[in-house]
DNA sequence: CAAATTACAAACCAACCGGTATGTAACAAA
DNA sequence: TTTGTTACATACCGGTTGGTTTGTAATTTG
Protein backbone atom coordinates (compact mmCIF):
# COMPACT_ATOMS: atom_id res chain seq x y z
CA UNK A 1 0.00 0.00 0.00
CA UNK A 2 1.27 3.07 -0.26
CA UNK A 3 1.87 5.72 2.06
CA UNK A 4 -0.92 8.51 0.75
CA UNK A 5 -3.35 5.29 1.25
CA UNK A 6 -1.65 4.11 4.64
CA UNK A 7 -2.06 8.03 5.84
CA UNK A 8 -6.35 7.83 4.51
CA UNK A 9 -6.87 4.27 6.30
CA UNK A 10 -5.05 5.26 9.50
CA UNK A 11 -6.79 8.92 9.82
CA UNK A 12 -10.01 6.74 8.88
CA UNK A 13 -9.59 4.73 11.87
CA UNK A 14 -9.66 7.70 13.99
CA UNK A 15 -12.52 9.45 12.70
CA UNK A 16 -14.36 6.56 13.36
CA UNK A 17 -14.42 7.29 16.88
CA UNK A 18 -13.92 10.74 17.05
CA UNK A 19 -15.91 11.91 14.29
CA UNK A 20 -14.57 14.62 11.54
CA UNK A 21 -14.51 17.84 14.04
CA UNK A 22 -12.61 15.63 16.66
CA UNK A 23 -10.51 14.49 14.52
CA UNK A 24 -6.70 15.29 14.95
CA UNK A 25 -5.07 14.18 11.65
CA UNK A 26 -1.23 14.94 12.61
CA UNK A 27 -2.11 13.12 15.84
CA UNK A 28 -3.39 10.24 14.35
CA UNK A 29 -0.30 9.23 11.92
CA UNK A 30 1.71 9.83 14.51
CA UNK A 31 0.65 5.67 14.86
CA UNK A 32 2.47 5.46 11.49
CA UNK A 33 5.18 7.10 12.31
CA UNK A 34 4.67 9.66 10.28
CA UNK A 35 5.05 13.42 10.61
CA UNK A 36 2.55 16.00 9.79
CA UNK A 37 4.73 17.25 7.03
CA UNK A 38 4.28 13.70 5.43
CA UNK A 39 0.43 14.86 5.64
CA UNK A 40 0.56 17.99 3.87
CA UNK A 41 2.59 16.48 1.82
CA UNK A 42 -0.06 14.50 0.23
CA UNK A 43 -2.93 16.37 1.13
CA UNK A 44 -3.56 19.91 0.86
CA UNK A 45 -6.14 20.13 3.97
CA UNK A 46 -8.36 18.19 6.92
CA UNK A 47 -11.33 19.07 4.24
CA UNK A 48 -9.40 16.87 1.65
CA UNK A 49 -8.55 14.27 3.59
CA UNK A 50 -12.00 14.06 5.11
CA UNK A 51 -13.62 13.76 1.57
CA UNK A 52 -11.37 11.37 0.15
CA UNK A 53 -12.07 9.44 3.11
CA UNK A 54 -15.96 9.63 2.20
CA UNK A 55 -14.89 8.81 -1.43
CA UNK A 56 -12.91 6.21 -1.01
CA UNK A 57 -13.43 4.25 2.06
CA UNK A 58 -16.92 5.13 3.30
CA UNK A 59 -18.55 4.65 -0.01
CA UNK A 60 -16.97 1.57 -1.05
CA UNK A 61 -17.62 -0.13 2.29
CA UNK A 62 -21.27 0.56 2.61
CA UNK A 63 -21.94 0.26 -1.18
CA UNK A 64 -20.41 -3.39 -1.16
CA UNK A 65 -23.14 -4.41 0.88
CA UNK A 66 -25.86 -3.83 -1.80
CA UNK A 67 -23.76 -4.51 -4.90
CA UNK A 68 -24.47 -7.83 -5.44
CA UNK A 69 -28.28 -7.41 -5.78
CA UNK A 70 -27.30 -6.40 -8.86
CA UNK A 71 -26.63 -9.69 -10.39
CA UNK A 72 -28.76 -11.27 -8.18
CA UNK A 73 -31.75 -13.50 -9.95
CA UNK A 74 -33.65 -14.89 -6.94
CA UNK A 75 -36.36 -13.07 -4.88
CA UNK A 76 -34.81 -9.65 -3.39
CA UNK A 77 -36.39 -9.98 0.16
CA UNK A 78 -33.65 -12.98 0.28
CA UNK A 79 -30.88 -11.04 -0.66
CA UNK A 80 -31.57 -8.52 1.78
CA UNK A 81 -32.51 -11.06 4.68
CA UNK A 82 -29.56 -13.24 3.66
CA UNK A 83 -26.98 -11.17 2.52
CA UNK A 84 -27.45 -7.66 3.89
CA UNK A 85 -28.86 -7.79 7.32
CA UNK A 86 -27.09 -11.24 8.18
CA UNK A 87 -24.09 -9.77 7.05
CA UNK A 88 -24.50 -6.89 9.36
CA UNK A 89 -24.51 -9.05 12.28
CA UNK A 90 -21.60 -12.00 10.91
CA UNK A 91 -20.00 -8.80 10.56
CA UNK A 92 -20.41 -7.61 14.03
CA UNK A 93 -17.60 -7.44 16.54
CA UNK A 94 -17.00 -4.75 19.85
CA UNK A 95 -16.39 -1.90 17.86
CA UNK A 96 -19.90 -2.49 15.77
CA UNK A 97 -22.42 -0.99 18.81
CA UNK A 98 -19.97 1.66 19.96
CA UNK A 99 -19.01 3.18 16.33
CA UNK A 100 -21.93 2.69 14.22
CA UNK A 101 -21.52 3.18 10.31
CA UNK A 102 -18.87 5.54 9.30
CA UNK A 103 -21.30 6.73 6.37
CA UNK A 104 -24.63 7.57 8.89
CA UNK A 105 -22.28 9.17 11.39
CA UNK A 106 -20.93 11.15 8.37
CA UNK A 107 -24.39 12.25 8.03
CA UNK A 108 -25.11 12.86 11.21
CA UNK A 109 -22.14 15.30 12.21
CA UNK A 110 -21.39 17.03 8.59
CA UNK A 111 -24.75 17.14 6.87
CA UNK A 112 -25.29 20.43 7.88
CA UNK A 113 -22.25 21.76 8.42
CA UNK A 114 -20.52 21.15 5.28
CA UNK A 115 -22.10 21.09 1.44
CA UNK A 116 -18.57 18.87 0.40
CA UNK A 117 -19.33 16.19 2.64
CA UNK A 118 -23.42 16.25 2.68
CA UNK A 119 -23.43 15.90 -1.28
CA UNK A 120 -20.76 13.16 -1.12
CA UNK A 121 -22.87 11.37 1.67
CA UNK A 122 -26.22 11.47 -0.51
CA UNK A 123 -24.55 10.17 -3.58
CA UNK A 124 -23.51 7.42 -1.19
CA UNK A 125 -27.02 6.92 0.04
CA UNK A 126 -28.73 7.35 -3.31
CA UNK A 127 -26.71 4.74 -5.27
CA UNK A 128 -27.28 2.49 -2.87
CA UNK A 129 -31.03 3.40 -3.06
CA UNK A 130 -30.71 2.82 -6.67
CA UNK A 131 -29.23 -0.38 -6.20
CA UNK A 132 -31.94 -1.42 -3.92
CA UNK A 133 -34.91 -0.37 -5.66
CA UNK A 134 -33.61 -1.60 -9.03
CA UNK A 135 -33.67 -5.11 -7.17
CA UNK A 136 -37.14 -4.61 -5.78
CA UNK A 137 -38.32 -3.51 -9.08
CA UNK A 138 -36.87 -6.60 -10.89
CA UNK A 139 -38.53 -8.83 -7.94
CA UNK A 140 -41.70 -7.35 -9.43
CA UNK A 141 -41.06 -8.05 -12.83
CA UNK A 142 -40.24 -12.00 -11.87
CA UNK A 143 -42.88 -12.33 -9.62
CA UNK A 144 -41.23 -12.54 -5.92
CA UNK A 145 -42.16 -9.23 -4.82
CA UNK A 146 -45.93 -8.13 -4.60
CA UNK A 147 -47.05 -6.01 -7.62
CA UNK A 148 -48.48 -2.93 -5.55
CA UNK A 149 -44.99 -2.45 -4.05
CA UNK A 150 -42.90 0.74 -4.43
CA UNK A 151 -39.76 -0.24 -5.16
CA UNK A 152 -38.00 2.98 -3.69
CA UNK A 153 -39.59 3.28 -0.87
CA UNK A 154 -38.77 0.18 0.25
CA UNK A 155 -35.31 1.23 -0.66
CA UNK A 156 -35.68 3.98 1.80
CA UNK A 157 -37.16 1.57 4.00
CA UNK A 158 -34.10 -0.40 4.24
CA UNK A 159 -31.47 1.98 4.30
CA UNK A 160 -33.73 4.05 7.08
CA UNK A 161 -33.99 0.48 9.13
CA UNK A 162 -30.13 -0.10 9.35
CA UNK A 163 -29.52 3.44 10.38
CA UNK A 164 -32.34 2.98 13.08
CA UNK A 165 -30.44 -0.40 14.58
CA UNK A 166 -26.63 1.55 14.98
CA UNK A 167 -28.47 4.58 16.49
CA UNK A 168 -30.07 3.06 18.86
CA UNK A 169 -27.40 0.12 19.41
CA UNK A 170 -24.84 2.56 20.05
CA UNK A 171 -27.39 4.39 22.78
CA UNK A 172 -27.68 1.28 24.24
CA UNK A 173 -24.97 -0.48 23.61
CA UNK A 174 -26.91 -3.80 23.78
CA UNK A 175 -26.79 -6.27 20.85
CA UNK A 176 -29.96 -7.50 20.96
CA UNK A 177 -31.15 -4.16 20.71
CA UNK A 178 -29.13 -4.11 17.56
CA UNK A 179 -30.22 -7.43 15.90
CA UNK A 180 -34.00 -7.11 17.44
CA UNK A 181 -33.61 -3.75 14.81
CA UNK A 182 -32.09 -6.13 12.04
CA UNK A 183 -35.05 -8.53 12.51
CA UNK A 184 -37.74 -6.29 12.38
CA UNK A 185 -36.52 -4.36 9.04
CA UNK A 186 -36.14 -8.34 7.48
CA UNK A 187 -39.56 -9.31 8.92
CA UNK A 188 -41.04 -6.34 7.61
CA UNK A 189 -39.80 -6.97 4.40
CA UNK A 190 -42.11 -10.41 4.47
CA UNK A 191 -45.17 -7.83 3.27
CA UNK A 192 -43.75 -7.50 -0.22
CA UNK A 193 -42.80 -10.89 -0.91
CA UNK A 194 -45.21 -12.38 -3.25
CA UNK A 195 -46.96 -15.92 -2.18
CA UNK A 196 -48.31 -17.76 -4.98
CA UNK B 1 -36.41 32.96 32.26
CA UNK B 2 -33.64 33.18 34.65
CA UNK B 3 -30.16 34.30 32.57
CA UNK B 4 -29.05 30.14 33.51
CA UNK B 5 -31.69 28.95 31.56
CA UNK B 6 -31.23 31.33 29.03
CA UNK B 7 -27.66 30.43 28.73
CA UNK B 8 -28.53 27.13 28.41
CA UNK B 9 -30.98 27.25 25.55
CA UNK B 10 -28.86 29.58 23.57
CA UNK B 11 -26.40 26.71 23.92
CA UNK B 12 -28.42 24.69 22.92
CA UNK B 13 -29.52 26.22 19.76
CA UNK B 14 -25.43 26.09 18.54
CA UNK B 15 -25.56 22.64 19.60
CA UNK B 16 -28.18 21.45 17.30
CA UNK B 17 -26.31 22.65 14.35
CA UNK B 18 -22.62 22.33 15.72
CA UNK B 19 -23.12 19.19 17.50
CA UNK B 20 -20.93 19.12 21.20
CA UNK B 21 -17.52 18.98 19.64
CA UNK B 22 -17.89 21.87 17.37
CA UNK B 23 -19.46 23.96 19.96
CA UNK B 24 -18.11 27.06 21.13
CA UNK B 25 -19.73 27.63 24.20
CA UNK B 26 -18.68 31.03 25.15
CA UNK B 27 -19.33 32.13 21.32
CA UNK B 28 -22.63 31.00 21.49
CA UNK B 29 -23.47 33.55 24.77
CA UNK B 30 -22.51 36.46 23.02
CA UNK B 31 -25.78 36.45 21.15
CA UNK B 32 -27.08 36.57 24.62
CA UNK B 33 -24.76 39.95 25.29
CA UNK B 34 -23.35 37.65 28.03
CA UNK B 35 -19.35 37.03 28.56
CA UNK B 36 -17.66 33.91 29.07
CA UNK B 37 -17.43 34.85 32.67
CA UNK B 38 -21.33 34.85 33.23
CA UNK B 39 -21.52 31.17 31.96
CA UNK B 40 -18.69 29.70 34.18
CA UNK B 41 -20.83 31.28 37.30
CA UNK B 42 -23.56 29.42 36.52
CA UNK B 43 -21.92 26.20 35.26
CA UNK B 44 -18.71 24.51 35.30
CA UNK B 45 -17.62 23.50 32.54
CA UNK B 46 -18.65 22.27 29.32
CA UNK B 47 -19.65 19.04 30.30
CA UNK B 48 -21.66 20.00 33.09
CA UNK B 49 -23.64 22.10 29.81
CA UNK B 50 -23.93 19.57 27.54
CA UNK B 51 -24.96 16.80 30.46
CA UNK B 52 -27.59 19.68 31.31
CA UNK B 53 -29.04 20.36 27.93
CA UNK B 54 -29.47 16.66 27.63
CA UNK B 55 -31.23 16.53 30.41
CA UNK B 56 -33.49 19.69 30.81
CA UNK B 57 -34.19 20.18 27.28
CA UNK B 58 -33.50 17.00 24.41
CA UNK B 59 -34.94 14.42 26.86
CA UNK B 60 -38.36 16.11 27.76
CA UNK B 61 -38.38 17.85 23.54
CA UNK B 62 -38.57 13.82 22.64
CA UNK B 63 -40.17 12.34 25.45
CA UNK B 64 -43.10 14.63 24.85
CA UNK B 65 -43.81 12.83 21.53
CA UNK B 66 -44.49 10.10 23.75
CA UNK B 67 -45.78 10.18 27.07
CA UNK B 68 -49.87 11.49 25.71
CA UNK B 69 -49.76 7.70 24.61
CA UNK B 70 -49.40 7.04 28.84
CA UNK B 71 -53.03 7.89 29.00
CA UNK B 72 -54.38 7.20 25.26
CA UNK B 73 -56.96 4.81 25.21
CA UNK B 74 -57.42 3.91 21.72
CA UNK B 75 -55.10 2.46 19.42
CA UNK B 76 -52.35 2.41 19.84
CA UNK B 77 -51.37 2.64 16.32
CA UNK B 78 -53.67 5.60 15.71
CA UNK B 79 -51.54 7.18 18.17
CA UNK B 80 -48.34 6.58 16.67
CA UNK B 81 -50.02 7.41 13.18
CA UNK B 82 -51.88 10.65 13.81
CA UNK B 83 -50.09 12.30 16.85
CA UNK B 84 -46.43 10.93 16.69
CA UNK B 85 -45.17 10.66 12.89
CA UNK B 86 -48.03 13.23 12.20
CA UNK B 87 -46.96 15.50 14.91
CA UNK B 88 -43.30 15.02 13.27
CA UNK B 89 -45.02 16.32 9.84
CA UNK B 90 -46.60 18.85 11.18
CA UNK B 91 -43.02 19.90 13.18
CA UNK B 92 -41.52 20.28 10.16
CA UNK B 93 -39.77 23.20 9.44
CA UNK B 94 -35.99 24.29 7.26
CA UNK B 95 -34.39 23.03 9.99
CA UNK B 96 -36.27 19.80 10.24
CA UNK B 97 -34.05 18.39 7.31
CA UNK B 98 -30.71 20.13 8.15
CA UNK B 99 -30.86 20.05 11.66
CA UNK B 100 -32.75 16.38 12.42
CA UNK B 101 -33.32 15.25 16.20
CA UNK B 102 -31.14 16.28 19.08
CA UNK B 103 -31.39 12.90 20.53
CA UNK B 104 -30.05 11.09 17.57
CA UNK B 105 -27.56 13.75 16.58
CA UNK B 106 -26.10 13.63 20.18
CA UNK B 107 -26.17 9.63 20.32
CA UNK B 108 -24.48 9.42 17.01
CA UNK B 109 -21.58 12.21 18.22
CA UNK B 110 -21.46 11.32 21.90
CA UNK B 111 -22.00 8.05 22.58
CA UNK B 112 -18.91 6.35 21.48
CA UNK B 113 -16.76 9.10 23.44
CA UNK B 114 -18.05 10.46 26.93
CA UNK B 115 -20.37 7.71 29.03
CA UNK B 116 -22.06 10.63 30.76
CA UNK B 117 -23.75 11.47 27.09
CA UNK B 118 -24.32 7.94 26.92
CA UNK B 119 -26.16 7.01 29.81
CA UNK B 120 -28.12 9.94 29.68
CA UNK B 121 -28.94 9.55 26.36
CA UNK B 122 -29.62 6.08 26.84
CA UNK B 123 -32.29 6.65 29.44
CA UNK B 124 -34.26 8.95 27.15
CA UNK B 125 -34.38 6.12 24.26
CA UNK B 126 -35.36 3.59 27.64
CA UNK B 127 -37.82 5.40 28.55
CA UNK B 128 -39.75 6.10 25.11
CA UNK B 129 -39.30 2.67 24.86
CA UNK B 130 -41.17 1.83 28.08
CA UNK B 131 -43.84 4.39 27.04
CA UNK B 132 -44.33 2.75 23.58
CA UNK B 133 -44.28 -1.24 24.93
CA UNK B 134 -46.51 -0.27 27.59
CA UNK B 135 -48.79 1.51 25.37
CA UNK B 136 -48.67 -1.68 22.40
CA UNK B 137 -49.28 -4.22 25.88
CA UNK B 138 -52.17 -2.14 26.63
CA UNK B 139 -53.62 -2.40 23.09
CA UNK B 140 -53.00 -6.43 23.21
CA UNK B 141 -55.02 -6.48 26.18
CA UNK B 142 -58.08 -4.17 24.98
CA UNK B 143 -57.79 -6.48 21.98
CA UNK B 144 -56.86 -3.62 19.31
CA UNK B 145 -53.37 -5.23 18.80
CA UNK B 146 -52.61 -8.53 17.30
CA UNK B 147 -52.01 -11.00 20.38
CA UNK B 148 -48.34 -12.07 18.77
CA UNK B 149 -46.95 -8.64 18.94
CA UNK B 150 -44.03 -7.53 20.64
CA UNK B 151 -44.48 -4.35 22.40
CA UNK B 152 -41.07 -4.37 23.45
CA UNK B 153 -39.91 -4.61 19.44
CA UNK B 154 -42.99 -2.71 18.09
CA UNK B 155 -40.96 0.21 20.32
CA UNK B 156 -38.01 -0.32 18.63
CA UNK B 157 -39.52 -0.34 15.05
CA UNK B 158 -40.75 2.98 16.08
CA UNK B 159 -37.96 4.60 17.43
CA UNK B 160 -35.64 2.78 15.02
CA UNK B 161 -37.93 4.08 11.73
CA UNK B 162 -38.00 7.85 13.25
CA UNK B 163 -34.34 7.98 13.35
CA UNK B 164 -33.84 6.78 10.39
CA UNK B 165 -36.15 9.16 8.73
CA UNK B 166 -34.01 11.79 9.87
CA UNK B 167 -30.72 10.72 8.95
CA UNK B 168 -31.87 9.71 5.37
CA UNK B 169 -33.77 13.35 5.41
CA UNK B 170 -30.60 15.06 6.58
CA UNK B 171 -27.85 13.63 3.82
CA UNK B 172 -30.66 13.95 1.10
CA UNK B 173 -32.34 17.39 2.09
CA UNK B 174 -35.40 15.84 1.08
CA UNK B 175 -38.73 16.55 2.17
CA UNK B 176 -40.39 13.64 0.03
CA UNK B 177 -37.53 11.37 1.13
CA UNK B 178 -38.01 12.02 5.08
CA UNK B 179 -41.97 11.82 4.43
CA UNK B 180 -41.71 8.63 2.92
CA UNK B 181 -39.91 7.26 5.48
CA UNK B 182 -42.17 8.18 8.19
CA UNK B 183 -44.61 6.76 6.23
CA UNK B 184 -43.44 3.38 5.89
CA UNK B 185 -42.96 3.25 9.54
CA UNK B 186 -46.92 3.91 9.65
CA UNK B 187 -47.60 1.47 7.24
CA UNK B 188 -45.43 -0.94 9.15
CA UNK B 189 -47.42 -0.89 12.20
CA UNK B 190 -50.57 -1.75 10.30
CA UNK B 191 -49.20 -5.23 10.56
CA UNK B 192 -49.84 -5.19 14.12
CA UNK B 193 -53.48 -3.86 14.16
CA UNK B 194 -55.74 -6.29 15.29
CA UNK B 195 -59.05 -6.89 12.36
CA UNK B 196 -61.70 -8.36 14.07
C1' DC C 1 26.67 12.57 -13.65
C1' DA C 2 23.80 16.81 -12.89
C1' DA C 3 19.39 18.64 -12.14
C1' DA C 4 15.03 18.32 -10.67
C1' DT C 5 11.52 16.26 -8.17
C1' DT C 6 9.63 13.43 -4.45
C1' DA C 7 9.01 12.26 0.26
C1' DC C 8 9.33 13.25 4.11
C1' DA C 9 11.03 15.61 9.22
C1' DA C 10 11.29 19.44 12.21
C1' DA C 11 10.53 23.81 13.69
C1' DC C 12 7.58 27.32 13.74
C1' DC C 13 3.24 30.22 13.91
C1' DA C 14 -1.15 32.59 14.52
C1' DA C 15 -5.59 31.62 15.99
C1' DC C 16 -8.38 29.47 19.01
C1' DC C 17 -10.19 26.87 23.01
C1' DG C 18 -11.49 25.77 27.53
C1' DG C 19 -10.79 27.50 31.75
C1' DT C 20 -9.05 30.69 35.65
C1' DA C 21 -8.17 34.85 38.20
C1' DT C 22 -9.48 39.17 39.25
C1' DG C 23 -12.35 43.11 39.61
C1' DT C 24 -16.68 45.30 40.58
C1' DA C 25 -21.46 46.98 40.65
C1' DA C 26 -25.79 45.76 42.63
C1' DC C 27 -28.29 43.79 46.00
C1' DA C 28 -29.44 41.20 50.30
C1' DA C 29 -28.61 40.09 55.17
C1' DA C 30 -27.21 41.15 59.75
C1' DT D 1 -24.30 50.51 58.03
C1' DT D 2 -21.34 47.01 57.17
C1' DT D 3 -20.65 42.64 55.46
C1' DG D 4 -21.44 39.13 52.30
C1' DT D 5 -23.11 37.34 48.26
C1' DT D 6 -24.71 37.30 43.57
C1' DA D 7 -24.00 38.31 38.86
C1' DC D 8 -21.57 39.29 35.88
C1' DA D 9 -17.18 41.63 32.67
C1' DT D 10 -12.41 41.60 31.51
C1' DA D 11 -8.03 40.09 31.07
C1' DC D 12 -5.24 36.53 31.02
C1' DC D 13 -3.09 31.68 30.34
C1' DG D 14 -1.39 27.23 28.77
C1' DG D 15 -2.34 23.90 25.52
C1' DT D 16 -3.94 22.65 21.10
C1' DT D 17 -5.02 23.06 16.10
C1' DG D 18 -4.65 23.50 11.45
C1' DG D 19 -1.36 24.92 8.53
C1' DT D 20 3.32 26.92 6.68
C1' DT D 21 8.14 27.13 6.06
C1' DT D 22 12.37 25.31 5.69
C1' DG D 23 15.64 21.75 5.21
C1' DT D 24 17.26 17.44 3.36
C1' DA D 25 17.93 12.60 2.04
C1' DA D 26 16.41 9.68 -1.58
C1' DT D 27 14.81 8.95 -5.99
C1' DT D 28 13.91 10.02 -10.73
C1' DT D 29 14.94 12.28 -15.01
C1' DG D 30 17.69 14.19 -18.66
Known amino acids: MTTR ?3 LRCIYEDMKIYGYQG ?52 DPV ?27 NLIQEMAPLDE ?9 LETARDILADGFRRGKENGTIVPEAD ?16 TLGKATRDKNTFFSCLEMTGKTLEIFRNRP
Open 151 to 166: PVQIALLIQSGISGAF
Open 23 to 74: LRPDKSILKLGLSKGAMYHYFRDKSEIGYLIVEELVQPEYLALFIPLLSYEG
Open 116 to 124: GFRTRLQII
Open 78 to 104: NYIQHHVLSELKHQFDENTLTLGLPVF
Open 5 to 7: DKI
